[in-house]
Structure formats: structure tokens, C-alpha cells
């Protein structure tokens, strides 16, 4: 893997997210980039594999491209256009088409390389960064903050959890609160067991400010 190719992904990524506010910016992929390198490292995976896969893994994401989500187009083009071989290619493909979260049929990679990046992807979802990004995914969606008239839909799969528009805060229930046991990597789940409990504390801090308490 080239110094060059994963300055290229640098580069195409910066592109393709300028002026991104859904919580998906091109700081995003930037850490996962950055957490996907650490862990690659840790645990023996092919760093440039991760590097890369991190790099262009959000350029054909259902909710911020349905029309390449499928084939995954930008991503393959990048690859293709840059000499990367037809292998390896299709080994950055298929993580991509692995990592995210489904609800229920979620699944865990089937490469080291894919569950290094699962795991930074998902790293970047909890925690404080975690709780910023997805206020900014609600707002971007136009949800409400909070509705304590309604309830978290729990269990979704895949067609259910992309089709949901409750409220923000549910998706901790229905989502972050979960992830912190699905890590695959031993060092991120030990990140991720910090993170989780950073959101634990926020939740009971907004309930109790919502309740009047404090
Ligand atoms: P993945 O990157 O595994 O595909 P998503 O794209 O579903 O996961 O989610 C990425 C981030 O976008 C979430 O961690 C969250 O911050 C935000 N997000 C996605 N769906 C929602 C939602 N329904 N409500 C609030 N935030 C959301
Ligand atoms: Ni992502």
C-alpha cells in the first residue's frame, strides 16, 4: 500500500465531505482513520488495508449516498482509478460493506481488517464524541431531542432501524448503548468501556435536568 494512495483517500474524503453536518464530516473518517491505524497496529492487522477501507468507508453510506450504496461506486472508482488490485480491491469492498450497524443483522467482520475498522467506526459513534454527532444527526433529520411520550424501538432489524424517526435520545437505547458489547478487538473495548460510561453519566445527567432535579 502507497504512501501515495492513502494520501489520495486523504484527499478524496476531504472532497467528498466538505460542508457534510449530518455528524458524517470528513473529521468523521479523519478518526476513524486515525483509530483504525492504532488498532491495526495493536493487533497485527494490515495497516494499510484498515488505513484505507477507514478512509473511503463512508463514501457510499445508504443514508448520505443511496444512489452508489448498493455497488458502492465511489469507493470502488477511487480504488480502481488508482491502480489498487483487483484483491485487495474487493477485500476493502466487502469491510466496507460489513462494518455498519443493522440493528439485528448487524454482523461481525469476517477479517481482522474488517473488525479493526468495525470497531473504530463504532468507537467514534460513542463517548463524548459519540453524544455530539448524533445530536447533529437528529437535527440534520429534523428529530426532536427528546419525547418521553414515546419509547425506544428495541430489537430493529436492518429495514426497521433505517426506516426509524424517533426521537434522538432513543438512539442510545437503540443503538450506542449497545455497541460498547460488540466490539471485536480487546483494545477497543477497553476505549469503548470509557465511552459507554461517559454516556451513562450524560443520560442520567439530562434526565435528572429534565425532571427538574438539578
Ligand atoms: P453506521 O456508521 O454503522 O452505518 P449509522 O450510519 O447508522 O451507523 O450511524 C452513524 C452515526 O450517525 C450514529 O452513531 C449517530 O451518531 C448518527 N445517527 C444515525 N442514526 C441516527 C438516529 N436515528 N438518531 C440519531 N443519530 C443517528
Ligand atoms: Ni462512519
Redesign the pocket.
Known amino acids: 500500500m502507497t504512501e501515495t494512495l492513502i494520501e489520495a483517500a486523504i484527499a478524496r474524503a476531504k472532497n467528498y465531505f466538505a460542508g457534510e453536518s ?3 464530516d470528513f473529521w468523521h473518517t479523519w478518526r476513524v482513520y486515525r483509530l483504525a491505524t492504532r488498532l491495526a497496529e495493536e493487533t497485527g492487522a494490515d495497516v494499510g488495508v484498515c488505513q484505507l477501507a477507514a478512509l473511503l468507508h ?1 463514501l457510499d ?1 445508504v ?1 448520505l449516498s443511496p444512489e452508489t450504496a448498493a455497488k458502492l461506486d465511489h469507493a470502488r472508482n477511487f480504488l480502481r482509478g488508482h491502480g489498487c488490485g483487483e484483491a485487495e480491491t474487493e477485500h476493502i469492498l466487502h469491510i466496507i460493506r460489513q ?4 440493528g439485528t443483522d448487524s454482523v461481525r467482520p469476517d477479517s481482522l481488517e474488517g473488525q479493526v475498522v468495525q470497531d473504530a ?2 468507537l467514534d ?1 460513542i463517548g463524548a464524541i ?1 453524544i455530539a ?6 437535527g440534520h ?1 429534523g ?1 426532536p431531542i427528546y419525547d418521553p411520550d414515546s419509547a425506544p424501538r428495541l430489537g430493529m432489524d436492518e429495514k426497521a ?1 433505517r426506516a ?3 426521537c ?1 435520545l432513543h ?1 442510545f437505547d ?3 448503548l449497545l455497541l460498547r458489547d460488540m466490539m471485536n478487538t480487546p483494545a477497543a473495548r477497553r476505549m469503548a468501556e470509557h465511552r459507554h460510561q461517559v454516556m451513562v453519566a450524560y443520560l442520567e445527567e439530562f434526565h435528572l435536568e429534565w425532571d427538574g432535579i438539578c
Do not use: P, V
Open positions: 449530518s455528524g458524517h463512508d453510506d443514508k462494518i455498519s450497524f443493522k467506526d463504532r459513534a459519540g454527532r448524533t445530536f447533529a444527526f437528529g433529520a428529530r432501524y426509524a424517526s424517533g434522538t438512539h437503540e443503538k450506542l
